[in-house]
């Protein structure tokens, strides 16, 4: 598009022209999707949100990027922050340039289709996390448990919510039934006290990608051996297998072994370790460390492991997961899908839990944890099929994605991540590593703090287990009331500043 003129009216014209025909293409691609999608709805009050997420994505499939300056230049939004209202953002922009032109006016979009998608994000956003005060924060504040939080008379819980705590997490993956029925109890104990809803999310544990046994091998230098860059060490199906003399480990999953081919990398320890497949023989993929700290690092059992790039055709239910369900659906609000990766992932889960739910009762909402690659590329999909029939919200799992997609990628796509969900209306759960300093050691780092404080751009951020969780969530709190006065989702507020005004920052 050309966008040369200086004269306000023939820079309006062409604006004009051009605006329309995006919004032209954008309408019957969107009508496409939704032709397409209709089926699948099966809650009436999800319709206008897969009708907004089919506009907002039929139009980013354009270059905006030209336009905004010339829109900037007449004073009129640059549709830069159009994701929660994306049918009355482009039309009225094209009002005002159709008056400006003296073509035919276009008509203005009313105030209420602007806000009406930001009410429903917030009322699913208290809906899955928890209602609030009024100038408590805007993002609700998770809190992983412990284990001793299911036998410890409700104590720990008990400080959270004093803390702020809007809504846990329990680790499915860890425990049991016995453990976890102790946090339920003890939480519904301090509703029926304090009057308010806490909701309780609970997290299947997914499919465990990690090294299952070691064998070091007599020149690997025993157990402690430490991996450089350039060492080798193999990863085998059976660790009797083992190639003599080379430091060896078998997987616990039989689709990492599938995938192992020469050129395949492989993360081990959450991204400590990164190694390349050399080669393959009787049965043993021979891998070379590539990037490694510089002190080394050490291959253990029960550690990560992850092969970026890699589509890993797995189940996302496990067997562990199916019986941790018997208990979930009957007491969990919301259910954290891990490695959720297909519409026939999703569909698995709810026939999962309509077998288990009780005649008439209320099946938990469903969480999607994005930690994949085909996650990723597939997640309007998944937003689709899961809130075609149930609530649904959208965790942005960055410890395993970070890996999968590249560290240097994840702040690109976290925000993208942000922006479809608003589109789709759909909250979203800022989660991995939050203020993971205090948490652990009581006390913070100053790019943590800063991490905290762009997490307010979610619905909902998730602080870890750690002895000083009650502290972090004091902490975290104090952070997201001081960015709510700053910030909404993408828009600057432009609330009074305070420190050049001689008050306290």
């Not at 829109?71 to 209202?85: Q, Y």
């Not at 003399?245 to 993360?267: I, K, M, Q, Y």
């Not at 902490?475 to 305070?498: A, N, W």
Request: charged share 25%; hydrophobic share 45%.
């Amino acid at each position: 598009m050309t966008l040369t003129s200086q004269d306000p009216v023939e820079l309006a014209k062409t604006l004009l022209a051009d605006l329309t025909a995006l919004q032209t293409k954008m309408l019957a691609e969107a009508a496409a999707s939704v032709k397409d999608w209709t089926p699948r709805i099966h809650r009436p009050e999800f319709t206008a949100s897969a009708a907004n997420m089919a506009d907002w994505l039929a139009l980013r499939r354009a270059d905006l990027s030209s336009l905004q300056q010339p829109l900037s230049t007449l004073g009129l939004s640059t549709l830069g922050r159009l994701d929660a209202h994306v049918g009355p953002s482009v039309q009225a922009v094209l009002a005002v340039l159709s008056r400006i032109v003296g073509a035919p006016p276009v008509a203005f979009p009313s105030r209420e289709d602007f806000e009406a998608g930001e009410a429903v994000l917030a009322a699913r956003r208290d809906e899955l996390f928890g209602a609030q005060e009024p100038g408590d924060p805007r993002t609700r504040v998770m809190v992983t448990l412990p284990t001793e939080a299911g036998t410890d008379g409700g104590a720990l819980i008990a400080s959270l919510v004093e803390a702020g705590m809007d809504c846990l997490r329990i680790n499915c993956a860890h425990d049991g039934p016995e453990v976890w029925g102790g946090m339920v109890t003890y939480l519904r104990e301090i509703e029926v006290k304090t009057g308010r809803h806490f909701p309780i999310s609970m997290d299947l544990g997914g499919p465990k990608f990690r090294v299952l046994e070691i064998e070091a091998g007599k020149k690997a230098g025993g157990e402690k051996h430490v991996f450089l860059v350039g060492d080798q060490f193999a990863l085998v199906r059976d660790i009797k297998h083992a190639p003599k003399g080379l430091f060896s480990a078998t997987l616990s999953h039989e689709a990492l072994v599938e995938a192992l081919e020469p050129g395949a990398e492989v993360s081990i320890d959450d991204g400590k370790i990164w190694a390349k497949v050399d080669h393959i023989t009787d049965g043993a993929a021979v891998l070379t460390v590539t990037r490694v700290p510089e002190k080394g690092g050490k291959i253990k059992p029960e550690k990560g492991v992850n092969l970026p790039g890699s589509n890993l055709r797995v189940d996302a239910l496990t067997p562990d997961d199916l019986k941790a369900l018997d208990f979930v659906v009957g007491h969990a609000d919301v259910v954290s899908f891990s490695f959720v990766q297909t519409v026939a992932d999703v569909q698995s889960l709810i026939n999962a839990m309509k077998d288990r739910a009780s005649p008439g009762k209320k099946l938990p909402a469903i969480v999607l944890k994005i930690e994949t690659p085909m996650g990723l590329r597939n997640l309007p999909e998944l937003i689709l099929e899961a809130g075609g029939t149930l609530p649904v919200g959208v965790m942005i799992a960055r410890g395993d994605l970070a890996v999968e997609i590249g560290f240097d990628r994840l702040s690109e796509i976290q925000e993208e991540i942000l922006w479809l969900c608003e589109a789709a209306q759909v909250p979203v759960i800022w989660a991995t590593q939050v203020l993971e300093g205090m948490v652990r050691d009581g006390q913070a780092s100053r790019a943590e703090v800063t991490d905290a404080a762009m997490s307010q751009r979610a619905e909902c951020v998730m602080l870890n287990k750690g002895p000083h969780a009650v502290e972090a969530v004091s902490f975290l709190r104090d952070i997201l009331s001081r960015m709510d006065r700053h910030q909404t989702k993408k828009s600057p507020r432009l609330g009074p500043l305070r420190v050049w005004r001689g008050q306290e920052a």
